[in-house]
């Protein structure tokens, strides 16, 4: 039984030495797993890190561009707010210098406005200053002067004043020219019966001044054209007698006051229109008693006229070259042109006589058909033309 036990002692002293051993081999693994484990560690603990470190650089990376997309975001919100801002003032510069024009412009508007409607307020004051002055002056002048108020009247600017202040003036105007106008008329037949040529001249033509009635006016003119050429007014008198030739058609003193208008346009030298008056005379009238010296005034007329055309051609002739003729033909020219001259001369003078005696006879009958005359025609000298 002791052999049995010390047999036993060897095999369990192998068994606590494997025992042992495998226990030192599980500590040795472990150990070494447990290095192993340290080493994985450490390798990631330094993987971590350097990921960590380069996540760090990755942040101030972003960091840094994050930044920088503030700023540079900042800045273009800055420079956008700045440009808005910059136009939105430039707008309401623009606006206030708008509505400062219209301003402007409406000011300067309502001062023209202003100073028209003073202008125009001094204009009816003046007007009607005017207007209460003629008024005045047509009321209480005594006699013709009370024709200085239609005078002045005419000067007054009748457009400023009121319908009933127009109408009144206009009234008391027509009455005086009614009045005054038919007194003037009076005294101007009355002056050229009595062959008071001035006299009738001037009442005559205070009378067409007033504006009377078409008959009337047609009357005055008659009277007032012969009177002027009885004065040997003749560019004067040949208005009035053009007037009453073109409008009184139908008159028995036509004929004659074509007669004077003829005479008229010949002695202001207008050959054509007293040829022209002339024919249409002895057309309209082939029968007057006053044909004898309506042919003087167209003979004349003619005349005039053969003699201008004459000269015209002399001086063409002469523009066109000189030449000096022969002294023989001079000669010649000299003594054939001498009976010329005095046939010439005595034509002349018997044309003279013959528009002597229509003369004569325009002195005689200056108011026939019209008025009776008042006495003995004037002298021959008076009225020869």
Known sequence: MLSCDLSDVPRREDTLATDLERELADIRREVIEGRNLVIRTDNLLKTLHSEVKAFGARQKDFERRQMVSSAAAYALF?????????????ARASSANGERDRAVAELKTLTQSLEKERADQAAVAAARRSAADAYRMMTELPGDRRLEGITALARVDQSKLEPLERQALADRAGELRHELGQTAFERGKAAFRRSEWPAATEDLSRFLAMQ??????????????????????YEAAIPPLKLFVEKDRRSKNREWAMTLLAQAYEQAGKPEQAAVVARDALGTYPASQFTPMLKARLSSAKRALSSAEGADAGVAQAGAGSVTPPAEATATSAGTGAPGAAAGARSDAGAAPRAQRAVLKTAAESSA????????PPPANSTQP
Do not use: D, H, M, Y
């Not at 420079?79 to 430039?90: D, E, F, P, R, S």
């Not at 058909?369 to 003995?376: H, I, R, S, T, V």
């Open 212 to 233: 009377p009635s078409e008959p009337e006016q047609l009357e005055a003119s008659f009277l007032l054209g012969n009177a002027l050429v009885q004065q040997r007014k």
């Open 369 to 376: 058909g019209l008025l009776p005359p008042a006495g003995p």
């Open 78 to 90: 800055a420079l956008i707010a700045g440009t808005a801002a910059v136009l939105l003032a430039g």
